[in-house]
């Protein structure tokens, strides 16, 4: 059974930082995408970040709302995926979702989300 | 970023009967190898999203056969044949054609 179990989500300040940790299992991760999706409370979802699969080139893309302020990088030995968020707004609040997949392709599925308020 | 535009927003059904969104998009999903990246969503209440529909018509694995989707270019339809009471959330249409994937704003499907 495919699973994907956020983790790092709290409470933080403006400006400050925090990781979030993707892990998985029931899947072979080396050779998946994995996408970070997010949702405001009350609101519609939002792409956030994607890394590819070392087969193709392990390369990383963000959404221009938070690139240069969010990286995306994976632990292939541990199956896990990580979201570092640095310099995070109030607008950053959400719940970010890790997905398997970029949803163009079969295998699709998402994670239970974990949830990150930033507020002084 | 290319605009996706759903409708009805809001989406009131007796149980039993059928359902339709709409989504349109600001530009043609046609990728240049011809396939077309338009996929659908589900989130019921308190729940993740789940991938119901992915290049316009193929329905994910487990995914009921009440649930059909289809269109081309820029406008595409999802439809449930008989609404159940499991039914009941969001529904999202989700292009990945064009950089950045972008999603519409939303279907809230309810029971009358």
């Known amino acids: 059974e495919v699973q994907l179990v956020e983790s790092g989500g709290g409470l933080v300040q403006p400006g400050r930082s925090l990781r979030l940790s993707c892990t998985t299992s029931?899947?072979?991760?080396?050779?998946?995408?994995i996408s970070w999706f997010r949702q405001a409370p009350g609101k519609g979802l939002e792409w956030v970040c994607l890394?590819?699969?070392?087969?193709?080139?392990?390369?990383?893309d963000c959404a221009a709302s938070v690139k240069g302020r969010f990286t995306i990088s994976r632990d292939d030995s541990k199956s896990i995926a990580y979201l570092q968020m640095n310099s995070l707004k109030t607008e950053d609040t959400a719940v970010y979702y890790c997905?398997?997949?970029?949803?163009?392709?079969?295998?699709?599925?998402w994670g239970q989300g974990t949830l990150v308020t930033v507020s002084s | 970023d290319v605009v996706m535009t759903q409708s009805p927003l809001s989406l009131p059904v007796t149980l039993g009967q059928p359902a339709s969104i709409s989504c349109r998009s600001s530009q043609s999903l046609v990728y240049s190898d011809g396939r077309t990246f338009l996929h659908w969503f589900q989130q019921r209440p308190g729940q993740s999203p789940r991938r119901l529909i992915y290049q316009v018509s193929n329905r994910d694995s487990g995914v009921p056969d009440r649930f059909s989707g289809s269109g081309s270019g820029t406008d595409f339809t999802l439809k449930i044949s008989r609404v159940e009471a499991e039914d009941v959330g969001v529904y999202y249409c989700?292009?990945?054609?064009?950089?950045?994937?972008?999603f519409g704003q939303g279907t809230r499907l309810e029971i009358k």
């Open positions: 029931g899947f072979t991760f080396v050779d998946n995408t």
């Open positions: 890394i590819r699969s070392k087969t193709y080139g392990g390369t990383t």
């Open positions: 997905t398997r997949g970029d949803g163009n392709w079969d295998g699709h599925y």
């Open positions: 989700m292009q990945g054609t064009h950089w950045p994937q972008t």
